[in-house]
């Protein structure tokens, strides 16, 4: 898994490419603590490129989610794939994280 | 949307209506036979009841002919209808058997009331039993009330030598007189036959043997249908104790502790209090499957009340859904999934509480409209916590291979899932978060 980080107008992109599992979310979770470490609360997780998420990923999201809401920020999720999406939707993520379709949407959302 | 068709048939309040019209004529009849004062005072009545007759054995010609019933059957409405027609009003013969016997042919409309009886409009909503019991009464009462009209027209036939001869002045009423008719017949018929009221003439020897011949082979019918009903209304109860006796019985011959044998006993016991054993699947089986699905929907209705899924989703995803769900009742302490199973199925608690057991202690309750099983499902891992029924239990399952279908042929079900999923989203990503996954 490689993960990507860009800073657009005060949202830092976090772009995910390949599988979120139990051995690569440490890495993720290391890389969105990082940032909230650093008081860059708003952050936009950009799935386009991720293939699949466990449970260790989801709960890394999750944890990130509500660190960010208590530093006054947000994290949302953009661009997922139909699994990711399907993931998402069927374990009950998607009613706690807002989801854009694409990056452009949640830029401006 | 309901398709809704219009065969000419009689409203099932009307069929009430008739039926008892028919029945008013069926009792009025005879009794305006034997009491020619019955007769002379109640004639308006007897004659308004037979317009109602004929205009209800009109409808019901009508209904046959729409319904497409057998030839014969139609045949015999009319036969019924030309027959109990009041034909004594077209004829001025003053002799009075032949006038007695063209109101005897009203009798006919027992045929008639049981042609309305056995409308399944009628009594739709009550059970075939109550419907046999309701008939076999009414057919008895009248059966007995024609035999004891008749015994009293024979008895003022020739009042001096027949058996109301030495009643005359004890029983002046016209009611006392039809009571003691009636319990003369009820003791013939049941073959009790106390001998004080006996035959005086002739006629009266006569009908009183034929009685007795008929009377026989009716009471053993009205036995043997009353042994029939009650049999049938405990047969399914027994059936169902004597399987749940076998049971625990098997289960005290392998040793099993008592409180596991307690809990299975209490199972069934709880299963015939809620659904009498009856399998829905098993009973509409014969159903084409455009009519199973309607009537599963509609007996489903209390499920789709209670499962905002089911609730929120089109007529054709939850007839599919409905097609497809698993249902099972399961007692306290069942373990409905285990921590560590990989489980292969999404549950809906339907009615009922189950509490969620994660590192040995109670993280959560799921309840009515609930539903879990689905992170481990599409996740594709172990559950890492148990979920223990707290109460009887009514749970409907999910199979993976048709949860996939379901999606494949309506992407929106996803949707629906999450949808559903809202009000509970929170709490079950909060348990998630500990590491309970379900």
């Known amino acids: 898994m490689n993960i990507e980080v860009n800073d657009i107008d005060g949202t830092q992109v976090v772009s995910i490419d390949g599988k979120i599992d139990s051995n690569s979310a440490p890495l993720l979770d290391a890389q969105l603590n990082e940032l909230l470490s650093q008081s860059q609360a708003n952050i936009l997780t950009d799935f386009e490129l991720t293939t699949f998420i466990s449970s260790a990923g989801l709960r890394v999201l999750l944890s990130a989610a509500k660190k960010a809401k208590s530093q006054g920020g947000e994290l949302t999720v953009c661009s997922m794939n139909p699994t990711v999406s399907e993931i998402f939707a069927i374990s009950g993520f998607a009613t706690i994280l807002r989801v854009f379709s694409n990056r452009e949407e949640a830029l401006a959302g | 949307m309901q398709v809704k068709l219009h065969p000419i048939r009689i409203a099932g309040k009307l069929k009430w209506v008739a039926a008892c019209l028919v029945a008013i004529s069926l009792v009025a009849v005879p009794l305006g036979l034997a009491f020619d004062t019955f007769a002379s005072k109640s004639l308006w009545l007897i004659y308004t009841v037979d317009l109602a007759c004929t205009l209800i054995l009109i409808l019901q010609v009508f209904e046959a002919q729409h319904q497409s019933k057998p030839a014969w059957q139609r045949a015999g409405l009319v036969v019924l209808l030309i027959a109990t027609l009041p034909w004594e009003l077209f004829f001025t013969s003053n002799s009075a058997e032949s006038m007695s016997l063209v109101w005897l042919l009203r009798l006919l409309r027992l045929i008639q009331l049981n042609l309305l009886l056995r409308d399944q409009h009628l009594v739709a909503s009550r059970s075939p039993l109550v419907k046999r019991l309701m008939r076999l009464g009414i057919n008895i009462g009248l059966v007995c009330h024609f035999i004891a009209c008749v015994w009293l027209l024979l008895g003022w036939s020739d009042p001096l030598a027949s058996w109301i001869a030495g009643r ?32 005086g003439t002739d006629a009266e020897y006569l009908f009183a043997s034929g009685v007795m011949l008929v009377g026989a082979s009716v009471y053993a019918y009205v036995i043997a249908s009353f042994a029939s009903i009650v049999g049938q209304i405990n047969a399914r109860h027994s059936q169902f104790q004597q399987r749940a006796q076998f049971v625990t019985g098997f289960l005290h011959r392998q040793g099993l502790p008592e409180h596991l044998i307690a809990r299975v006993e209490n199972y069934y016991h709880n299963r015939w209090v809620r659904y009498e054993d009856y399998n829905q699947d098993e009973l509409l089986r014969d159903l084409p499957q455009a009519l199973e699905l309607e009537v599963k929907a509609a007996l489903a209705r209390q499920v789709v009340e209670n499962v905002p899924l089911l609730r929120g989703a089109s007529q054709v995803i939850r007839d599919r859904l409905l097609s497809k769900f698993l249902f099972e009742y399961v007692d306290p302490q069942s373990f409905v999934l285990r921590e560590g199973e990989r489980n292969q199925r999404i549950i809906f608690v339907i009615d009922g509480a189950l509490d969620i057991y994660f590192e040995g202690e109670i993280v959560g309750r799921l309840k009515q409209g609930d539903y879990f099983g689905n992170q481990s ?27 996939e279908e379901i999606k494949a042929l309506y992407p929106e079900f996803v949707d629906l899932m999450k949808d559903a999923m809202s009000e509970r989203g929170e709490i079950m990503t909060n348990l998630m978060l500990k590491g309970v996954i379900l």
């Open chain 2, 168 to 199: 005359l002045t004890t029983e002046t009423t016209f009611t006392s007189q039809y009571i003691r008719s009636l319990y003369w017949t009820v003791t013939t018929l049941t073959t009790v036959g106390y001998g004080d009221i006996t035959p």
């Open chain 2, 377 to 403: 499902l599409i996740l594709d891992e172990a559950s890492t916590a148990s979920v223990v029924a707290v109460s009887y239990s009514e749970l409907m399952y999910l199979n993976r291979n048709d949860y």
